[in-house]
């Protein structure tokens, strides 16, 4: 219903071709192999490959191709990725037909939309990373931390990694020490709100 409801919205658009339909990103992929396509809306939710993993898909390999992220998750860290990984326009899924038609219409000038409230989440997640103090993990760290947050044991990550116990028990500390929390937990929680891992 959703789709239906925006392919009505596009096709009232005098300046708008055909418009090709996808329930997930991996289909978006394939329509990309078939079809000439301009522009993709696409939601974050998605299944098998969501619209952050479909985006930063498209940066690498089809960089000719507009994107506008249409989404309910407008919390300020999704937004900051979003607009970090590079798309050309995010509005809200609340938003009027009107604020849409508008935004395509301005991405296929070439130029950027994104919603009010959109620019405003922006900002917060600006002003958050600000109150951390800049640290950088090395690529190990992240990756032993990522694991640490999968609630993994050090023995379990020795094996995915193929490092000793003694070596994940050092990059534990070492994380532990550069983030300054007193457990894992609290270390993976600094790291997604300063944007470690993005």
């Known amino acids: 219903?959703?789709?239906?409801?925006?392919?009505?919205?596009?096709?009232?658009?005098q300046e708008i071709g055909d418009v090709h339909l996808a329930t997930e990103?991996?289909?978006v992929l394939r329509l990309l192999n078939q079809f000439e396509i301009d522009l993709i809306i696409s939601d974050i939710s998605m299944p098998k490959m969501d619209g952050i993993?479909?985006?930063?898909?498209l940066k690498k390999k089809h960089n000719n191709v507009k994107i506008i992220m249409l989404s309910m998750l407008d919390n300020h860290r999704t937004v900051h990725k979003v607009i970090q990984k590079g798309a050309d326009g995010f509005v809200p899924k609340f938003t009027s037909k009107e604020e849409l038609q508008k935004a395509v219409?301005?991405?296929?000038?070439?130029?950027?939309y994104f919603?009010?409230?959109?620019?405003?989440?922006?900002?917060?997640?600006?002003?958050?990373?600000?109150?951390?103090?800049?640290?950088?993990?090395?690529?190990?760290?992240k990756e032993v931390l990522t694991l640490?947050?999968?609630?993994?044991t050090s023995k379990e990550i020795s094996e995915k990694l193929f490092i000793s116990v003694n070596t994940v028990e050092?990059?534990?500390?070492?994380?532990?020490?550069?983030?300054?929390?007193?457990?894992?937990?609290?270390?993976v929680k600094y790291a997604i709100e300063s944007g470690l891992f993005d």
């Not at 993993?53 to 898909?57: G, H, I, N």
């Not at 919603?115 to 989440?121: A, C, F, L, M, T």
């Open 25 to 27: 990103g991996k289909q």
């Open 170 to 187: 050092t990059h534990r500390k070492n994380i532990l020490l550069k983030t300054g929390s007193k457990t894992t937990t609290g270390a």
């Open 1 to 13: 219903m959703f789709l239906e409801g925006i392919n009505t919205i596009l096709s009232d658009m």
């Open 148 to 152: 640490l947050g999968d609630e993994l």
């Open 53 to 57: 993993q479909l985006l930063t898909e």
């Open 105 to 112: 219409r301005t991405v296929l000038n070439d130029e950027q």
């Open 115 to 141: 919603s009010e409230i959109i620019k405003q989440r922006y900002l917060e997640s600006v002003f958050e990373r600000k109150k951390y103090k800049n640290i950088e993990l090395s690529p190990r760290e």
